[in-house]
């Protein structure tokens, strides 16, 4: 068998976040850098914090209008129909 084939485990490596938190875990790099943890997720805080990457929070929330406002083209599609029925039912009536 190879010798050194496995890479160096770190039982102790050092885990610095974004938000000042450090923390110990095992790893094979002495110290990691992340940009959200268990102290800064909103999962965890309950609060609602958004994560920004490259704008993708605003193009979500771009998309959601969007949603709503063919929400409200649809409604107005029911309420055509609505009039048709309306018309068909009076036409009914008159004969």
Request: hydrophobic share 35%; net charge positive; glycine share 4%.
């Given at each position: 068998?190879?010798?050194?084939?496995?890479?160096?485990?770190?039982?102790?490596?050092?885990?610095?976040?974004?938000?000042?938190?450090?923390?110990?875990?095992?790893?094979?790099?002495?110290?990691?850098?992340?940009?959200?943890?268990?102290?800064?997720?909103?999962?965890?805080?309950?609060?609602?914090?958004?994560?920004?990457?490259?704008?993708?929070?605003?193009?979500?929330?771009?998309?959601?209008?969007?949603?709503?406002?063919?929400?409200?083209?649809?409604?107005?599609?029911?309420?055509k129909f609505?009039?048709?029925?309306?018309?068909?039912?009076?036409?009914?009536?008159?004969?």
């Amino acid at each position: 068998m190879k010798k050194d084939l496995h890479p160096t485990y770190f039982a102790e490596a050092k885990v610095v976040c974004a938000c000042g938190n450090t923390f110990a875990t095992g790893s094979t790099r002495e110290e990691l850098h992340v940009e959200i943890c268990s102290a800064c997720h909103p999962f965890y805080t309950g609060k609602q914090k958004l994560v920004d990457t490259a704008g993708r929070v605003e193009k979500f929330q771009k998309r959601i209008q969007i949603a709503k406002a063919a929400s409200k083209v649809h409604s107005s599609k029911k309420h055509k129909f609505a009039k048709k029925a309306e018309k068909k039912a009076a036409k009914k009536v008159e004969k």
